[in-house]
């Protein structure tokens, strides 16, 4: 989609981008608080709009007619889900970090619109191996307003890491479509 014609959706729809696309060729970002399927929706048209293109994880079993094509043209890429699929899936985007000299993940660290206490590491996992960095991104439904936010540092310590990352999150004080689907992890503190 051309940045223009993402920029007039979005702002259609009520919504504001913050700040550019990232500018390095390879990075992860975050995108939270992740209560609906509209979140893809407010993400992909920000990106867009500022020029950028991040591709996305989908379970393998939408990747059948008509979703497929869409699915691929708005940077889908097919994996394995399940509750064995997680190595697997970290050693995938890992080559796919190796084979592309660009390459923008974008990743929900809650993994999944459901409420969850424990936030996922794979991304953290993925990061360390490739060496690339990480940003802290949101869309907020409080103030409708979406951003791939800003660099985080990340340290071998995953753990001090994620509290460090929820604790962002916080203190920005994202609001979800659904609040009460998003939390960051308050009580593992």
């Known amino acids: 989609m ?3 014609t993402a920029k007039f959706l979005l702002n259609l729809i009520g919504w504001k981008g913050i700040g550019p696309a990232v500018r390095e060729p390879k990075c992860i970002l975050l995108g939270a ?3 609906s399927v509209w979140d893809f929706v407010i993400s992909y048209l ?3 709009s500022v020029g950028g293109h991040a591709k996305v994880m989908i379970k393998k079993d939408f990747f059948k007619w008509p979703l497929k094509p869409v ?3 708005l ?3 097919p994996v394995e ?3 064995n699929a997680g190595a697997s899936l970290i050693k995938q985007m890992i080559e796919y970090f190796e084979q592309h000299e660009t390459f923008h993940l974008a990743i929900a660290p809650e993994g999944t619109r459901k409420p969850v206490k424990k936030w996922k590491t794979g991304f953290h996992k993925i990061a360390k191996a490739t060496g690339v960095p990480v940003y802290l991104g949101y869309f907020d439904w409080g103030t409708k307003t979406v951003s791939a936010g ?3 540092e990340i340290t071998d310590d995953v753990m001090y890491d994620m509290k460090r990352i929820r604790q962002w999150y916080r ?3 994202v609001v979800g479509k659904y609040p009460e689907k998003f939390t960051t992890g308050d009580d593992l503190d």
Do not use: S
Request: charge should be positive.
């Open 2 to 4: 051309k940045p223009k």
């Open 33 to 35: 608080p992740h209560t």
């Open 46 to 48: 920000f990106y867009a």
């Open 71 to 73: 699915l691929l043209r």
């Open 75 to 77: 940077g889908g890429i």
């Open 81 to 83: 889900h399940g509750r």
């Open 150 to 152: 800003e660099r985080f």
């Open 171 to 173: 203190d920005k004080g």
